[in-house]
């Protein structure tokens, strides 16, 4: 049995978002230490309240920490036509008890990786300002983050501009600093995300789970399926941050290669590209292990098990 892998969620729900937390609170080889909120696909105010929405219908008491409301330099961006108004339209929610915590998600984090032996792995599924601004504040942490795992990036297309993927895109300062800190990186891009396309079949395997969290699963799907396919013409989602979580529950379930990775923050037309050097031309040091490929079918699994996990007890709070 492989040990308990110890995580920070630093997330923008954000639809897939919301999956990748369901995943990461109920997974025999995941402790979720914090769950940490960052203005992304809606504004900050909502994306803590959607994180905090999702906790309470899975009923995990795991606490949520508001971080940065904005991007560290350019303007915000959301994703309100693929997410919502809301961030997480479409599944009906109880009324909300569950609030975020007094202390800034930055805080949290430099709190929690100081204390720490050095053995938290901090996930990115948003806009990576909180991560970034935490660094800068304290450098001791640095050295204190096992890995950090992002979804984000791609070595072809973007999903915003043709250069950019939208976490990138909103803050690629934030991600530059990240992707520089000398840490192990891993980059779940687009690449791979783009690979985990949430058919209406799939829907239907995950609503025979027949419990509250698959039907929170199925209520997201039903919204978020809906506007890939009008924005981007997709017959299924690409489950893009779920993926980051699931690659620690099974080590085997994504192929990397080692790349320098390089963030454009300098053009217009290109900026927040993640420029791969997936041949190794240019003869830099890597500076992430980057997926190139999923075991799709595996990922299903792994969804499928973690939702069979939760009782019945979700969704009635
Ligand atoms: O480009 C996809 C990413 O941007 C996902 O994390 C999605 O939730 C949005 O944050
Ligand atoms: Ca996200």
């Keep these: 049995?492989?040990?308990?892998?110890?995580?920070?969620?630093?997330c923008d729900p954000g639809h897939d978002d919301a999956v990748a937390i369901m995943l990461a609170a109920n997974s025999p080889q995941i402790e979720l230490l914090g769950v940490t909120t960052v203005a992304g696909?809606?504004?900050?105010?909502?994306?803590?309240?959607n994180a905090c929405r999702v906790l309470q219908w899975l009923g995990r008491d795991i606490p949520v920490y508001a971080g940065c409301g904005r991007p560290m330099v350019r303007e915000p961006r959301a994703a309100g036509d693929i997410h919502g108004e809301t961030g997480l339209d479409g599944p009906v929610f109880p009324p909300l008890h569950k609030t975020v915590e007094p202390e800034h998600a930055v805080s949290y984090m430099i709190r929690t990786l100081l204390a720490s032996d050095g053995d938290i792995i901090v996930v990115t599924t948003g806009p990576m300002t909180n991560?970034?601004?935490a660094m800068r504040m304290e450098p001791r942490i640095v050295e204190k983050i096992r890995r950090i795992v992002l979804m984000g990036g791609a070595y072809a297309n973007g999903n915003v501009t043709p250069a950019a993927e939208f976490n990138v895109l909103v803050d690629a300062e934030a991600a530059h600093v990240c992707f520089t800190a000398g840490r192990p990186v891993t980059m779940v891009g687009l690449d791979v995300t783009h690979k985990v396309l949430c058919y209406p079949e799939i829907v239907e395997r995950m609503a025979q789970v027949n419990n509250g969290a698959s039907r929170l699963f199925v209520d997201?799907?039903?919204?978020?399926?809906?506007?890939?396919?009008?924005?981007f013409g997709m017959e299924g989602g690409p489950l893009h941050d779920p993926l980051t979580i699931a690659s620690l529950i099974d080590p085997k379930l994504l192929t990397t290669k080692p790349m320098n990775v390089q963030i454009d923050l300098r053009s217009e037309q290109?900026?927040?590209?993640?420029?791969?050097?997936?041949?190794?031309?240019?003869?830099?040091?890597?500076?992430?292990?980057?997926?190139?490929d999923v075991d799709v079918p595996r990922f299903w699994d792994i969804v499928e098990d973690c939702l069979r996990r939760y009782g019945e007890e979700e969704g009635a709070t």
């Design 1 to 10: 049995m492989m040990e308990r892998q110890k995580i920070i969620l630093d």
């Design 41 to 49: 696909n809606q504004t900050l105010e909502k994306t803590q309240k």
């Design 131 to 133: 991560l970034a601004m």
């Design 220 to 231: 997201l799907m039903r919204h978020f399926c809906k506007t890939q396919k009008e924005v």
């Design 270 to 292: 290109s900026y927040g590209r993640t420029n791969c050097d997936y041949y190794g031309y240019l003869g830099l040091p890597a500076t992430a292990d980057v997926a190139v």
